[in-house]
T-cell receptor, first 119, second 109 residues
Framework: GAVVSQHPSWVICKSGTSVKIECRSLDFQATTMFWYRQFPKQSLMLMAT?????????EQGVEKDKFLINHASLTLSTLTVTSAHPEDSSFYIC???????????????FGPGTRLLVL | GQNIDQPTEMTATEGAIVQINCTYQ??????LFWYQQHAGEAPTFLSY??LDGLEEKGRFSSFLSRSKGYSYLLLKELQMKDSASYLC??????????WGAGTKLIIKP
């Protein structure tokens, strides 16, 4: 079964609004969570890495004031897209890594993704 | 710089065997992952290799040669549902995953 959940799976919003996406690890404590963005027919692009209780590390070119990441607990991270614009429309995917009984510790387990459409 | 190379697209026949290659150049090495991603879905974990050799898991096997910076994913008894993109990713010395662009595998009846 799923080990990482993501909510919502679909978001349609007006330009200028903010959107919050939640990522939860279901059966393990995620010491590190990752946020990716993927445009159609393109590779995964890492946006940021967050460790529980500390500030996220953003990849070059990703605006930290626009994409707010909070990793408040070992099972929950949130990504808030502030003042969303049509060019932010994409597939946002989180992944989690931690001490899971099954599989190598270094494995990232992905959530099902969130499709964001900004009108 | 860091680089992961894998073919863009491959085509194979249902019931056959296909090998997807991945070569890498990274700053350090802490393991190589293969993920499967169906269109419109998130990636799912397939395998992890950190030592040289072949790891077999059902119809899927993954091979690693660290000295050659090379890995392959072998899929046997191909099924239509195996049509997907297969992503090779290497964990570097900072435990960051470096992703390949993925290989789109098309299975024909």
């Amino acid at each position: 079964g799923a080990v990482v959940s993501q909510h919502p799976s679909w978001v349609i919003c007006k330009s200028g609004t903010s959107v919050k996406i939640e990522c939860r690890s279901l059966d393990f404590q995620a010491t590190t969570m990752f946020w990716y963005r993927q445009f159609p027919k393109q590779s995964l692009m890492l946006m940021a890495t967050s460790n529980e209780g500390s500030k996220a590390t953003y990849e070059q070119g990703v605006e930290k004031d626009k994409f707010l990441i909070n990793h408040a607990s070992l099972t929950l991270s949130t990504l808030t897209v502030t003042s969303a614009h049509p060019e932010d429309s994409s597939f946002y995917i989180c992944s989690a890594r931690g001490n899971r009984d099954q599989g190598p510790q270094e494995t990232q387990y992905f959530g099902p993704g969130t499709r964001l459409l900004v009108l | 710089g860091q680089n992961i190379d894998q073919p863009t697209e491959m085509t194979a026949t249902e019931g056959a065997i296909v090998q997807i290659n991945c070569t890498y150049q990274t700053s350090g090495f802490n393991g190589l992952f293969w993920y499967q991603q169906h269109a419109g879905e998130a990636p799912t974990f397939l395998s992890y290799n950190v030592l040289d050799g072949l790891e077999e898991k059902g119809r899927f096997s993954s091979f690693l040669s660290r000295s050659k910076g090379y890995s392959y994913l072998l899929l046997k008894e191909l099924q239509m549902k195996d049509s997907a993109s297969y992503l090779c990713a290497v964990m570097d010395s900072n435990y960051q995953l470096i992703w390949g662009a993925g290989t789109k595998l098309i299975i024909k009846p």
